[in-house]
């Protein structure tokens, strides 16, 4: 009762019914969208967190492998005789080693074999699975066993695969939607980049440019929060520091960025180069048949141990090495650089060819440091008034190489800087890898990982026939801007016989999926599809990714 006899039963309403009555069907929207996005970002920390722990006990024991085979080595050169027997030593023990690991890929884990990039790709696309209680475990010791006996091959990939695998099962364990299990295993993937190279923008840019290529905020946000968190651990534990020391060089002037150029067109080019002979070497691999498949990494591993005895440089993932390079500390002229060159890439070619567990990151990134270091070389022969820098051409030849081969621009540019901690060169990299990249799509070369991903869909349908389904499964989507899906209405949308659009995201609420209902980039889809042939459900994911 007001003083005036008047009764003001406002005054009277509960703080709950206050809060009731203010609230609209806006606030209540936002609010939900913005704990999903909350528990989507604290879901891609924790996969950093993890991923990280991992990558750093892996590149811990790989340094320590590395480390060890290079002091047998200096001691079998120090024993009585070496010269007759000590060149057979390593490449028995690379045989016994690599066969070992080829048997437990191929009968427990085929999904471990290689980089592991391609397989992840193939599961994002919805045509490979991943069965990360059986990966992780055998991709690590595994991946261990081969670079350390010698195999040419980089802890990279392998590290990109272990924490999508990381991802998928913090996904499980969290029991998290399967519309949003793809994201976290791009989490995972983009913090092994961050934690292997001490670069959480170029993981951060891995995602989005090379595995998800999805356009929405979640994905940004998800991607980036995982590799700072992945980072900071490897950070924290690893130290500080860019994971290449190339410091004390001058940036390449605006006078030398003809030569930057150069680089770029020749980074290109060895780009495709490698491409073509690595996938034709895969391809010639699989058919054979004089020994079991098994044997092939310990044929592979026997072989870089022979060449490990005159010339170790050659073998392993080659960190050291382009460090030292980088550094200025390797002091090796023209001749004894190109013979590095040739026998790196042969090596790799060899051990990535066999099925190994490991990845081609690091050998691609010291084969670009000998290219680019060999350029400056002879630009400083021919053109002194350039004053060019070697370890400055080193850093381009890396960026060229990456870009030519893997196809991705930003990440290489943003890798290396983030690597070499060195922002001056911003400039000349940009130059070389956009030339790069324009010689490989020139010569209408296909992304390595995507050419090994066809290659590997490929061999299954020769194998096993047309790949097929038996049960129908709903694949979840995100709508890009530019493909065939956008746009449209579901009545219009042209998906396969037999696919159904069951659900409809739409700006974190789920709308009834009617046939008038236009679609636009941004939304997210709920796709029924049939029992029948795998590539019904790699036709939906071009169809709304525009891939």
């Not at 195999?151 to 029991?175: D, F, N, Y």
């Not at 190109?338 to 890439?345: G, Q, W």
């Not at 299954?460 to 956008?486: N, R, W």
Request: charged share 15%.
């Amino acid at each position: 009762m007001t003083e005036d006899g008047s009764t003001n039963s406002g005054e009277h309403k509960s703080p709950a019914a206050s809060a009731a009555a203010n609230s609209s069907p806006v606030s209540n929207v936002e609010t939900r969208l913005q704990d999903s996005k909350n528990r989507h970002l604290l879901r891609a920390a924790i996969v950093g967190i993890l991923a990280g722990l991992l990558a750093v006990a892996f590149k811990w024991v790989l340094v320590e492998a590395e480390r060890s085979r290079g002091n047998f080595l200096e001691w079998l050169h120090g024993m009585p005789r070496a010269e007759f027997w000590g060149w057979a030593v390593l490449p028995i023990v690379g045989l016994c080693a690599g066969s070992l690991i080829g048997w437990v890929v191929l009968r427990f884990a085929p999904d471990a074999a290689g980089s592991g990039i391609p397989h992840l790709k193939g599961v994002l696309l919805h045509v490979r699975t991943m069965r990360w209680k059986r990966l992780l475990p055998i991709k690590f010791l595994g991946g261990i066993l081969g670079i350390g006996v010698g195999l040419s091959m980089g802890r990279e990939g392998p590290t990109v695969q272990m924490g999508a695998a990381i991802g998928q099962a913090v996904a499980g364990l969290l029991r998290i939607p399967s519309r949003s299990v793809p994201q976290l295993l791009t989490c995972g993937a983009g913090a092994g980049i961050a934690a292997a190279f001490n670069a959480p923008l170029a993981g951060f840019l891995f995602v989005i440019e090379e595995m998800h290529r999805e356009l929405s905020a979640r994905t940004f946000a998800g991607a980036l929060v995982a590799a700072l968190t992945a980072d900071i651990v490897a950070r924290a534990l690893g130290g500080d520091l860019p994971s290449f020391g190339a410091t004390g060089y001058s940036a390449i002037p605006l006078s030398a960025l003809p030569a930057a150029a150069f680089v770029g067109v020749a980074g290109g080019l060895l780009g495709v180069l490698f491409n073509r002979v690595l996938l034709k070497s895969c391809a010639s691999a699989r058919k054979i048949r004089a020994v079991p498949s098994w044997m092939l990494p310990g044929i592979a591993a026997a072989i870089c141990g022979f060449a490990a005895w005159w010339l170790p440089e050659a073998v392993g993932g080659g960190h050291s090495i382009a460090e030292k390079l980088l550094g200025g500390h390797l002091g090796w002229g023209l001749g004894m650089l190109f013979v590095l060159l040739l026998v790196k890439f042969v090596l790799t070619i060899l051990s990535y060819s066999s099925g190994a567990p490991g990845g081609i990151f690091a050998p691609i990134l010291l084969l670009g440091a000998i290219s680019g270091a060999m350029i400056g070389e002879e630009i400083a022969r021919f053109f002194p008034a350039l004053e060019p820098h070697i370890t400055a051409f080193a850093v381009l030849g890396m960026a060229a190489f990456f870009t030519g081969s893997i196809r991705a621009p930003l990440t290489g540019i943003v890798l290396i800087v983030e690597m070499t901690g060195n922002y001056q060169q911003l400039l000349a990299l940009g130059v070389t890898c956009l030339i790069s990249d324009l010689v490989a799509g020139a010569l209408k070369d296909v992304p390595i990982y995507e050419a090994l991903l066809e290659a590997d869909v490929d061999r299954m349908t020769a194998e096993h026939g047309a790949l097929t389904i038996t049960k129908p499964h709903t694949v979840y989507l995100g709508i890009q801007h530019g493909s065939s899906l956008a746009g449209r209405t579901i009545r219009e949308s042209g998906l396969p016989a037999g696919c159904l659009v069951i659900g409809i995201e739409r700006a974190g609420q789920e709308v009834l999926p009617e046939a008038r209902f236009v679609m636009l980039p941004g939304d997210h889809l709920m796709v029924m599809v049939p029992a029948g042939e795998m590539e019904m459900t790699t036709q939906v994911v071009r169809m709304a990714t525009g891939i």
